[in-house]
Each structure stands twice: as structure tokens, then as C-alpha cells.
């Protein structure tokens, strides 16, 4: 008995462990921008894809330090790949081309609702960002 409880002890410790390191590696991504983000990641992304949360966080981590992104910049980024991530439920390793383009389509609109063709920079910008990412 004493070494099942030990056991559990431990395993309990370790996911603690584990947790507060994921905890603080959303933190650090999202270091800077409103709690919102923060939350999103955390709490949406985090629960169904942990494996994704943490390359998100490690993408933007990458990202601060080698191109010094703005603010605004990062928080696209986060809400785009969460939201990607959130779409598929399945891991990024696993993402194929037919999958980014039938994310992108959800952004196109008809002729009748979008005459302006606004629809257009959405889907170009949110594009450019998942080809880099995917690089």
C-alpha cells in the first residue's frame, strides 16, 4: 500500500510539474498583450491540443527573439494558429495542404455580401502567416 501511494505522490508532483512548465511557457509567449491571450491559449487551445499549444508558444517565443515581432503581430499570430489548431483538432504534423486551403475558404465571401472584396486581405494576410509557419 505505502508504495502505491508513494507512486501516485510522485506522478502527482510530476504533472504539477508539468503543468506549471506549460503554464509558463503560454506565459511567456504571450508576455506583453492582454490577458485575453493569455486565456485563448491556456484555456481553448491548451486542453484540446497540448502538443500544438506548446509549438505555438515555442513559434512566438522563436519569433521574439529573432525578428523582435510587434505586439499586434504576435497576437495575430496566436489567435490565427490557436483558432487553425481549434478547426481541426488534430496535431500541426499532421496539417496538408488541402487542410490550410479549406481553413482559408472560410474566409472567402460572395459578390453580394462583400462587393468591396474585403474578404481578400483577410484571407491573403492569414495565408502569408500560416506559409511561414508551416515553412
Not at 12 to 31: G, L, P, S, V, W
Not at 63 to 89: A, C, H, T, W
Not at 102 to 118: I, T, V, Y
Amino acid at each position: 500500500m505505502r508504495n502505491r501511494t508513494n507512486s501516485t505522490l510522485s506522478e502527482t508532483i510530476e504533472i504539477e510539474t508539468h503543468t506549471e512548465r506549460q503554464r509558463q511557457k503560454i506565459k511567456n509567449a504571450t508576455e506583453g498583450l492582454a490577458t485575453c491571450h493569455f486565456n485563448f491559449l491556456h484555456n481553448d487551445v491548451l486542453p484540446q491540443d497540448k502538443e500544438n499549444a506548446m509549438i505555438i508558444c515555442n513559434y512566438v517565443q522563436s519569433m521574439r527573439q529573432e525578428l523582435n515581432p510587434s505586439d499586434r503581430y504576435r497576437e495575430d499570430i496566436i489567435v490565427l494558429l490557436g483558432n487553425f489548431s481549434m478547426f481541426f483538432k488534430k496535431s500541426f504534423k499532421e496539417v496538408t495542404r488541402e487542410n490550410i486551403l479549406s481553413f482559408l475558404d472560410r474566409f472567402r465571401k460572395p459578390e453580394a455580401s462583400d462587393p468591396l472584396h474585403k474578404w481578400i486581405g483577410t484571407y491573403n494576410i492569414y495565408r502569408i502567416h500560416l506559409m511561414r509557419f508551416f515553412r
